[in-house]
């Protein structure tokens, strides 16, 4: 089976990286990590940034932008992360007031050919980043995650698959992936326990990690993000640690 490049979102060490970008970078590429997905620029300009990086060795793949910033100033936002380099921009999460049923979210999908077509001047894809709220279900019985890529093409919009929130809205994260194929170049590989929820290093809950590896590979996917929002055990950087370590065990 082909192995995919594998990722960290720094969003999973955020406090290290707002201490010391530079350090937490190469402590990152040690571990055995090849790229990262940003959160976020951690006090930095773009050209810092894509220095640090450069000199670890570590391709800046993705980055998280909230919807609001692209709207502020899509110009300015798009620019400074092609600055660095980076190939995908995907929203990540979207506040309560602008989910579907809300006259934001309708404005929301009109915006985002245009969000797309500014990243496309600058070869950059954009993405959305589900939770579960987006597996509420809309006026006509189905999901609004599966709405959103309904009305856009896949040139305007593509999926960043988070496995975790997938298995939480009691999906299958491997079978969604399949859904996608072609259209999830990306996808976060998160791992997490039930009763009560809490996230875990990869190999310590419930997901099965291999089947989502594979589908990975089958549905066209060319990296994978490794993301653990919180750490209930161990520090952040022996959770990320743990979770790489687990993936060589398996062959990655």
């Known amino acids: 089976m082909k192995i995919l490049p594998i990722a960290l ?12 970008f530079a350090k937490t970078m190469m402590d990152v590429k040690e571990m055995g990590y090849s790229g990262v997905e ?4 951690y006090g930095h300009t773009p050209e810092k940034i894509k220095e640090i990086l450069k000199n670890t060795e570590l391709t800046p793949i ?9 709207m502020n100033d899509l110009n300015g936002t798009v620019a400074q992360y092609a600055a660095i380099g980076c190939r995908y921009l995907a929203i990540p999460y979207i506040v309560e007031e602008e989910r579907y049923g809300t006259k934001k979210f309708e404005e929301m999908m009109q915006n985002i050919p245009t969000i797309a077509k500014e990243c496309a001047k600058h070869g950059i894809t954009l993405l959305y980043h589900n939770h579960d709220f987006e597996f509420a279900k ?3 019985g189905s999901y609004v995650l599966d709405y959103m890529y309904q009305h856009t093409s896949k040139e305007e919009l593509q999926t960043e698959i988070d496995t975790c929130w997938v298995g939480v809205a ?8 399949r859904k996608y194929s072609g259209r999830s170049p990306v996808i976060h590989l998160k791992d997490y326990t039930m009763n009560p929820f809490n996230f875990r290093a990869l190999g310590d809950g419930v997901q099965d990690i291999p089947a989502i590896l594979k589908e990975a590979v ?8 490794v993301e653990q929002d919180g750490h209930p055990e161990r520090t952040p950087m022996e959770n990320v640690r743990v979770s790489r370590e687990y993936l060589k065990s398996l062959g990655w």
């Open 9 to 20: 979102q720094v969003y999973s060490i955020r406090e290290e990286a707002e201490k010391d």
């Open 38 to 41: 940003l959160a976020g620029l």
């Open 62 to 70: 993705s980055a998280h932008v909230p919807y609001q910033e692209f």
């Open 138 to 140: 809309t006026e006509d």
């Open 170 to 177: 009691g999906e299958n994260p491997a079978e969604y992936i």
């Open 218 to 225: 089958r549905a066209g996917c060319e990296w994978v993000i």
